[in-house]
């Protein structure tokens, strides 16, 4: 079936990478001189990526095609075209963010993500949404230090922020935070928001649930770019690992999203002298109907 489309796709030779919205394949380690303090950082840059709106539209067209193309044969070719709803967010500094832990743990707010989509969808050729993946791309290093990903003491975090039930549905999003901010703290975040219903994600405790995305590599100052893909538990099946990549599963977190939320990503860098340097942050989460 792939090769009948390829004769007819005009961009099956381009690379994924240079698409908009895609993930891209981890990219061959680059070195990075000494990282001085961020002077200006790049907006939150959006991404092509199409809505549900696009998404049924298209559908649309091709099955009104002469003959018509039946609905299962145009899910086909959306489904290999990659074109579904997708939302993506990314930091690229103009130079290298940091942060550094003189003892106490240290945060970096790097990535305010997408807000999750409502799943109730209606309209011509519509179809109520799922999360299929949440994906982070990293472009990290520490401060330098020889070893692997074990214990390392640079990581990145993700978060879950969610409005309360009895505030308005319609109630405006927290207001945006300049990304790449190093004084910040999730108490702190969450401190400025409660009072208009805002706040983590908390378990049976109170405590704020945080997800483990990705450790640095302790290693040389080289930097290493890690893209880490999260499903739905029960399709999680991640493949056994020869040895430790140092990234983290995510159990729990795509099925504990829901309309409405905003992921977080963070930088941590724990006890003296450790470091976290950071080129590139993404986050997509990808949808299917």
């Given at each position: 079936m792939s090769s009948f489309f390829q004769r007819f796709n005009p961009f099956a030779s381009i690379s994924p990478a240079i698409i908009p919205g895609a993930l891209s394949e981890p990219a061959q380690e680059s070195r990075s001189g000494d990282a001085t303090e961020p002077t200006a950082?790049?907006?939150?840059?959006p991404c092509y990526s199409p809505s549900p709106t696009d998404v049924g539209h298209v559908r649309g067209m091709l099955k009104s095609t002469k003959p018509a193309l039946p609905t299962e044969l145009a899910d086909i070719i959306l489904d290999y075209a990659d074109y579904c709803v997708k939302d993506v967010v990314t930091f690229v500094p103009s130079s290298t963010f940091y942060i550094s832990s003189r003892g106490p743990g240290k945060y970096g707010l790097l990535v305010k993500g997408p807000v999750i989509r409502k799943f109730e969808q209606d309209?011509?050729?519509l179809?109520?949404?799922r999360i299929e993946s949440v994906g982070f791309e990293i472009a990290s290093h520490d401060?330098?230090?020889g070893g692997t990903y074990r214990c390392a003491?640079?990581?990145f975090e993700a978060m879950i922020f969610r409005r309360r039930g009895d505030f308005k549905a319609e109630q405006e999003l927290p207001s945006d935070l300049n990304m790449g901010d190093n004084n910040?703290?999730?108490?702190?975040?969450?401190?400025?928001?409660?009072?208009?219903?805002?706040d983590f994600l908390r378990d049976e405790d109170g405590k704020e649930l945080k997800w483990h995305v990705q450790n640095n590599r302790v290693s040389e100052r080289t930097t290493h770019t890690h893209r880490i893909l999260w499903v739905p538990d029960d399709e999680h099946r991640r493949e056994e690992q020869t040895e430790d990549d140092g990234s983290g599963s995510g159990e729990g977190f795509v099925r504990a999203l829901q309309p409405g939320d905003v992921i977080f990503l963070w930088a941590r860098a724990m006890y003296p002298n450790w470091a976290n340097y950071?080129?590139?942050?993404?986050?997509?989460?990808?949808?299917?109907?």
């Open positions: 950082i790049i907006p939150n840059t309209g011509p050729e179809r109520d949404l401060q330098g230090w003491f640079s990581w910040i703290t999730p108490a702190d975040y969450s401190d400025a928001h409660r009072s208009s219903g805002w950071v080129e590139k942050a993404m986050i997509e989460v990808i949808y299917s109907d």
